[in-house]
């Protein structure tokens, strides 16, 4: 079919604490201060395990109290976005029952029913209410044999911006696309999971957006899969060696080659910044005391992404600015929202038609104090941080 790849227009679901029920739509809450920054979790929580209904449970219970440090149901994470992979179908509406999820979040998507007609188990996306959604879309594999699909969400963030060079308006607002997915299994799918990831790489780099990132299950189990990311136009957001990356082949100790299964990867695009993932959810289990067990057999992933706006002529090109904007940041750790670990360019495939140059530039001394300026804007502004306040929601 033609359209067999085509992306389909699904709806968020998001609840309505007076009627006791999941509405289709994304939710009307208002943040006072559009995020500059989202944290992304990607989880695959094994949809092969028996007790799925407890075990996405315990995962999101983990999420909430250990990753997001809230201690209540009541308590509103920092702006973010949760990638599940993995999750049955029987079990989704141990999702949509959390009151955790209920207050804060929107459901990406709604009903297992945007998933393919035959899948048994898919991705779902989770992204707080404090995030404008501004479209959310599905893409059904058509050269999956396990059925397996990606899911987009495009949200608005604000954009850091000089406000020396290029005053605020609506262009320091900006809109990042989140990919959740599951790629094929098995050693010889290496094919199949090339065109999946292409199919999704394509879709990040669609015009009128910043950027995008992708999370998931990417089953590099594969010599051929080492070079994957890169062969679509894609950056890996893991700047380690390989084998301390690994997600997978400890819960338990797998019989077979441990590997990194699960990825954060992203578009080469200037100004998009991605810190290195953290592994979480090492030897996390859930049930009693004399029978524990492990919630998944994937450890999970989390990063921070933020968006620098450049407001000068995107004509005028020069790869040195990045390393004076990353300098910067990283003179500035002790501000929150410049949080990063690496610099984009070490992750530039070698030879890559893909690179894209960094600007704007009048010189490179005007750039340095641009940026100096930049920073100085951002340490004596407010937070937008709003995790620790308490809400009036049940």
Known sequence: MADADAHREILPAHYIAESKQWLPGPSQDRAEHMPSFIR?????ID?????????????????QHQVFKCRTYRRRPEPCSILLQGVLATAFDTILNNKWVQNFFVVIPSTTDAWPKLAKY?????????????????????????????????????????????????????TLRIANTHLDPLPDGAPIREKQLKLVAGALMQDGLFGGIVGGDFNAISPDDSTLVESVGLWDAWSGDDEGGFTWGYQPRSPLTPGRLDKLVYTPRPGL????????????????????????DHYALLTKVQCVYFASDASDHDLSDHGHVQQGL?????????????????????????????????????????????????????????????????
């Open 40 to 44: 992304v979790v990607s989880w695959n």
């Open 47 to 63: 949809c092969m395990r028996p007790e799925p209904d407890l075990r996405l449970d315990a995962a999101l219970s983990y999420i």
């Open 122 to 174: 898919g991705t779902v996306t989770l992204l707080s209410r404090s995030i404008r959604i501004t479209k959310s879309t599905s893409l059904h594999f058509s050269c999956s044999e396990s059925q397996h699909h990606a899911i987009f969400v495009d949200v608005k963030l604000s954009g850091l911006v000089d406000t020396v060079q290029a005053p605020s308006s609506s262009q320091s607002v900006v």
């Open 273 to 296: 910044f991605i810190d290195t993932p953290k592994k979480i959810a090492l030897g996390k289990k859930y049930g009693k005391l004399t029978q524990r067990r492990w919630i998944s």
């Open 330 to 394: 990283r003179e500035q750790r002790n501000i929150e929202t410049c949080s990063l670990d690496h610099p984009l360019v070490s992750h530039s495939p070698p030879h890559s038609k893909y690179v894209i140059p960094l600007h704007p530039g009048t010189n490179s001394r005007s750039r340095r104090k641009a940026w100096k300026r930049l920073l100085r804007m951002k340490s004596s502004s407010p937070s937008v941080e709003q995790h620790s306040d308490e809400t009036r929601t049940l």
